[in-house]
């Protein structure tokens, strides 16, 4: 069973191994497949005799599938903008839209005073709407209103239609200084040559286009969501690729678009840090997604969809354009905060995403946030973390009396079993007390992993010589591997914790497994967030010290004992 569990451990090393040079691998093949899309034109706006691809991931999707928007030439463009505290929105006469959304307090790049600027190279301006994706309303709209916090469009289509649009932006005050208050009006004509032709048509609105972002490595944050009052569907770039599945199952063809005929509380599209959200008053009847090319890196576009059914009909949304903030997306009221993805453990996230908060109000730095975070989270589990240390100890002097007891009842499993147990309860020895931290601190590790992983609020914020606690801490590269230093922080700590830790088992083969966990969390950990390796590194000194004090007393009480 000992040659098995080895095996075993090896296996799982083997398989860290194997994972982490893959990921290398898929790194480099990305970067030599950016070089070669900066050297080709733009797919997604250009049309061209010659077939070209629109590189997505590691598949190459021909361009003459993939979807393309109309190419807009706006000779007699005008802009306009509206701006409170957080925001500053250009508006444009081309359909009415949004050029583009400036977030103030987010920078665009660390260590530039540059805003992040959400649709800056999208061909097309946000909320543009139209009859359907292919037929859009990009005419030039007349400004009929304007104030400091509102504005106001209208145009007369060819065919009579008549569409106003308004917009207005919250006060810098607000609770949420990000959410648009957006109307659209349209007016179908009634009669030509004394016949009615208002009919059952769509509306679609464009959502904007949110480009890929540099620290999303694999591309599992730029998404095109839906919501229909239910639950959240989000469509990745991965899911418009070529594949051949899992084991060849659920294998399917390159898509240029995917299409949905869904109730659609809410439409958003994402990225790592930011979100764009329309939530309608009345609830959408589908959504239209697909990846584009816009200055030579990808993006996700899309639309929702709605239905004229009155000859005058008025649509009235918000539009959120601002920060992955659990805080403002859950105030929304629509569980609009289903964007973070904070997975199955997302209680567990949330609270220690509202004590990070609570600490930061007071310390104003969220590296030594997140020390102080693991520092509460160490002390609530000190009890639980010390009967592990007891019991481990218990275990470590009743090995001897174990091994004797497996050789004499080898040929009777359940007399050995019943021998087992009460040699645990002659010794007060509990075996299910030495999992208990480790079964508490895996949902804590996994909770604080989703939380930190898209938290706006980490985003290029430095600590010591970590630049940005949302990214690895590289200080450099050995060829193209990265060298980050907090990862081997770690793997030391663990090494050290296991050192100075009693092992449950004298069995050699079992304690080799042992020492492999930390060159195991090592390769898993070795990209993971900056921040998120600090609190692991954090908690494992911490768990030394409880060590040490604990043998010690230990060690006293036994001297004691002793003397009596």
Request: glycine share 6%; hydrophobic share 40%.
């Amino acid at each position: 069973m000992d040659k098995k569990n080895l095996v075993f451990g090896l296996l799982c090393l083997f398989g860290a191994f194997s994972l982490f040079i893959y990921q290398g691998k898929q790194l480099q093949q990305q970067a030599l497949l950016r070089q070669s899309q900066a050297a080709g034109a733009d797919v997604a706006n250009v049309d061209d005799e010659t077939p070209k691809t629109l590189a997505i991931g590691s598949v190459q999707i021909a361009s003459e599938v993939a979807f393309r928007l109309p190419t807009l030439q706006p000779d007699d463009e005008r802009l306009m903008t509206l701006e409170n505290d957080a925001v500053r929105v250009t508006f444009t006469t081309i359909g009415g839209g949004i050029r583009s959304v400036e977030l103030k307090r987010f920078a665009a790049e660390r260590d530039s005073d540059a805003p992040y600027v959400f649709n800056r190279e999208a061909g097309l301006p946000a909320l543009v709407i139209g009859r359907d994706a292919e037929h859009l309303w990009t005419q030039s709209f007349a400004v009929t209103q304007q104030s400091d916090d509102f504005i106001q469009f209208r145009a007369v289509l060819e065919d009579g239609t008549d569409v106003v649009r308004g917009y207005k932006l919250p006060p810098s005050k607000a609770k949420n200084p990000y959410l648009i208050q957006t109307e659209i009006s349209v007016t179908q004509p009634q009669t030509v040559e004394n016949k009615t032709v208002a009919e059952k048509r769509s509306l679609w609105v464009f959502l904007g286009s949110m480009p890929e972002m540099p620290g999303d490595k694999y591309r599992e944050h730029l998404n095109f969501c839906a919501y229909d009052g239910k639950s959240m569907d989000c469509k990745r770039l991965a899911d418009f690729e070529a594949s051949n599945g899992f084991l060849w199952l659920g294998g399917h063809e390159a898509h240029p678009y995917l299409e949905a005929n869904m109730p659609c509380t809410w439409g958003a599209l994402k990225d790592q840090f930011f979100t764009a959200i329309l939530t309608p008053k009345t609830p959408a009847v589908g959504c239209f997604s697909f990846p584009s090319k816009q200055s030579e890196c990808l993006s996700m576009q899309g639309f929702l969809k709605f239905e004229l059914t009155q000859p005058s009909t008025v649509f009235g949304a918000t539009y959120y354009v601002g920060p992955k903030d659990y805080l403002l997306l859950e105030h929304m009221g629509q569980r609009q905060d289903e964007l973070m993805q904070f997975g199955f453990f997302g209680a567990v996230s949330k609270v220690l995403l509202m004590t990070m908060h609570g600490i930061h109000s007071v310390i104003h730095n969220w590296g030594w946030t997140i020390l102080i975070l693991t520092v509460i989270i160490k002390l609530l589990m000190w009890p639980v973390t010390q009967m592990q240390l007891r019991s481990s100890k218990k275990m470590a002097t009743i090995q001897e009396p174990l091994k004797l007891l497996r050789e004499k009842y080898k040929d009777n499993p359940q007399k050995l079993q019943t021998e087992t147990m009460k040699l645990f309860k002659e010794n007060r020895i509990n075996p299910a007390s030495g999992c208990l931290p480790a079964v508490i601190q895996i949902p804590i590790f996994i909770g604080l992993y989703y939380m930190l992983r898209s938290a706006s609020e980490i985003r290029f914020q430095p600590f010591l010589w970590v630049k940005d606690l949302s990214m690895p801490d590289t200080v450099g590269y050995l060829g193209s591997f990265p060298i980050n230093i907090m990862p081997l922080l770690m793997g030391v700590t663990m090494v050290v914790q296991m050192k100075v830790t009693p092992m449950p088992s004298t069995d050699s083969a079992q304690q080799k497994i042992f020492m492999l966990m930390p060159f195991i969390f090592l390769f898993f950990c070795y990209n993971f967030p900056a921040a998120l390796v600090l609190y692991w590194t954090v908690q494992n000194l911490f768990t030394i010290v409880q060590n040490k004090l604990t043998y010690r007393r230990s060690t006293s009480d036994a001297l004691q004992q002793q003397k009596v």
